[in-house]
C-alpha cells in the first residue's frame, strides 16, 4: 500500500486530528455515501457523487521554518476555506473529511458536469493558495487536488485508492496541480481566459443573481435582515458560486465592477423591505483597496433609497491583511454614516485580536466551525462563552453563522448570542421568496 493510501487508511483512527481541523475522519464518508446512495432525496435532480482529494505541498518545511503550531493554523484555515467554499459553490449535500497528515477529502452529491467539478477544484486551488497570516508571517500553501466522479455502485475503498494514485501522480508532476483518477482525460471545459471574458459579459446578460440568506433573533426568533450571496448562471456551466466568481474576477481584474453590480442589485432588492430589516452586504479585499470605494459606496446606497442606518457591511480577517491601517479608515468613514460593521468568519484561521481593537466594529460574525460542535463538546460551550463574553465587554453583538439543527441553536441562544443564519430555519433564496418571507413574519 503506498503511502498516500495508507494514510487514507488509517486517518479515521486519529481522532486528534480531527479534533485539530473540526471535521470528521474517513470512517463518516463511508456512512454520508451510503445514506447517499439509498435515499435519491437526498441530493438534486440527477445528483451522482463526486469527490476531491486536496493535498498540500511543504507542510513539513512551514513547521521547520514557523514553528508546529503554524502548521497547526494554516491546516485550521485550510479546512475553514474548504467548507466556506463548499457552502458558497455546491447546491447538493457535501462534507469535508481530514485524510491524515495535510490531505483533506471532500465529497459532494451534485448534479454537475465533469468540466463543472474541474472548475470548482481549480478555483478551491486558488482559494486554498491565498495567503494565510499567522503571528510569525504570511504563509503561502501549493494545493495538488485528485478529481473523481464515482462510478455506480463503486466502494469508498475504491473511490480513496483511485484518489490516492492520482494525488500521488500530481504530487511527482513538475507543473499541473489538478488530475483526474485512474489518468482520465482532463475535459477541455472552458479555460481561464475563456471564463474571464465571459465574466465580462456576464453582468450585460444579467446572469449574476443575487440571493439572500435570512437572519434571525436568538431571542425571539424573528427575521431580522438577510445577507445578500451572490451566484453566477453561466450558460454552459451552469450555476457557479461566490468563490469561484471573485476568483475569476480577480483574474480579469474585474472586482470593482462585480462588486458595484452585486450591491446594487442587492440594494435595489432590499429597498421595499418592510420594518426595520436590515441588509449584508461582503466587502472584497479588492473593495478595501479601492480609493474611492466608500465614495461609490454611499453612492449606490442612497439612489437605492435604501437606508443607511439598516446596511451591515460584512469584511473578513482575509481582506484585511495587506492593510489594517487602511481598513480600520475606511470602516471608520461607514461607521459614521451610520452602516454598521461585522467582523465576518471569526474563530477562522488566527483570529487576529488587534482587529477587535482597531477596527469600528458592531457585530462578530461566529464562523461555521465555531457552532459545529456546541451541541455536544463542553470546550466547544467554552469557547463559544467566553468569545461571548469578550464581545459584550467591547459592546459587539454576536452573529452565529452555520446553525443546522436546533440543539446548535439553543445552545447559542443560551451563551448570549443576539442572531443567527443557517439552514435550520432558511436556505439562501431568491428575492422574491425573501420578500413573501418577510410579509409573512411581520
Not at 471535521?23 to 447517499?36: A, N, T
Not at 459553490?89 to 495535510?102: F, S
Not at 487536488?145 to 475504491?158: F, G, H, K, P, Q
Request: glycine share 10%.
Amino acid at each position: 500500500m503506498g503511502g498516500i493510501q495508507q494514510g487514507l487508511a488509517l486517518s479515521g483512527a486519529r481522532g486528534i486530528e480531527a479534533r485539530l481541523t473540526g471535521i470528521p475522519g474517513l470512517e463518516v464518508v463511508r456512512e454520508r455515501i451510503e445514506l447517499w446512495r439509498a435515499d435519491g432525496a437526498c441530493g438534486p435532480q440527477h445528483a451522482h457523487v463526486h469527490a476531491l482529494l486536496l493535498g498540500l505541498r511543504r507542510l513539513d518545511a512551514i513547521n521547520i521554518a514557523y514553528g508546529a503550531a503554524a502548521g497547526d493554523g494554516a491546516l485550521e484555515e485550510v479546512a475553514s476555506r474548504i467548507s466556506h467554499f463548499a457552502e458558497d459553490e455546491l447546491d447538493g449535500a457535501w462534507m469535508v473529511a481530514r485524510a491524515g497528515g495535510g490531505t483533506f477529502l471532500l465529497i459532494a452529491n451534485e448534479a454537475c458536469s465533469r468540466e463543472r467539478w474541474q472548475l470548482f477544484a481549480d478555483q478551491l486551488a486558488e482559494a486554498i493558495a491565498r495567503p494565510i497570516a499567522v503571528p510569525s508571517g504570511v504563509l503561502r500553501l501549493s494545493p495538488r487536488i485528485a478529481l473523481i466522479r464515482a462510478l455506480d455502485d463503486e466502494s469508498v475503498d475504491s473511490m480513496l485508492d483511485r484518489l490516492g494514485h492520482a494525488l500521488q501522480g500530481v504530487h511527482e508532476q513538475q507543473s499541473g496541480r489538478l488530475a483526474w483518477a485512474d489518468g482520465e482525460v482532463t475535459p477541455p471545459g472552458r479555460s481561464g481566459a475563456q471564463l474571464e471574458a465571459d465574466l465580462l459579459g456576464a453582468i450585460d446578460r444579467d446572469e449574476i443573481e443575487i440571493l439572500f440568506q435570512p437572519q434571525f433573533s436568538l431571542k425571539d426568533d424573528r427575521l431580522t435582515g438577510a445577507e445578500a450571496l451572490a451566484r453566477w448562471n453561466h450558460r454552459e456551466l451552469g450555476r457557479i458560486g461566490a468563490g469561484a466568481l471573485f476568483s475569476i474576477a480577480e483574474r480579469a481584474d474585474h472586482v470593482a465592477p462585480l462588486s458595484r453590480h452585486i450591491a446594487h442589485k442587492a440594494l435595489a432588492a432590499a429597498r421595499n423591505w418592510s420594518g426595520d430589516l436590515r441588509l449584508s452586504i461582503n466587502v472584497t479585499p479588492a473593495d478595501l483597496a479601492f480609493g474611492s470605494y466608500v465614495r461609490q459606496m454611499l453612492d449606490l446606497v442612497r439612489e437605492s433609497g435604501f437606508p443607511l442606518r439598516r446596511l451591515t457591511l460584512e469584511v473578513t480577517e482575509q481582506a484585511m491583511i495587506s492593510d489594517v491601517t487602511l481598513a480600520a479608515q475606511t470602516m471608520a468613514e461607514f461607521s459614521s454614516q451610520g452602516i454598521r460593521i461585522a467582523l465576518d468568519d471569526f474563530g477562522a484561521g488566527f483570529c487576529n485580536f488587534r482587529y477587535l481593537k482597531v477596527l469600528p466594529i458592531h457585530y462578530l460574525k461566529l464562523d461555521r466551525s465555531m457552532i459545529e460542535g456546541v451541541a455536544s463538546d463542553k470546550r466547544d460551550v467554552a469557547v463559544l462563552r467566553a468569545i461571548v463574553a469578550m464581545a459584550e465587554a467591547l459592546d459587539l453583538k454576536v452573529i452565529a453563522e452555520g446553525i443546522e439543527e436546533e440543539a446548535q441553536r439553543e445552545v447559542a441562544a443560551k451563551e448570549g448570542c443576539a442572531y443567527y443564519q443557517g439552514f435550520l430555519r432558511a436556505q439562501p433564496m431568491s428575492a422574491a421568496m425573501f420578500e413573501k418571507l418577510a410579509r409573512a413574519a411581520g
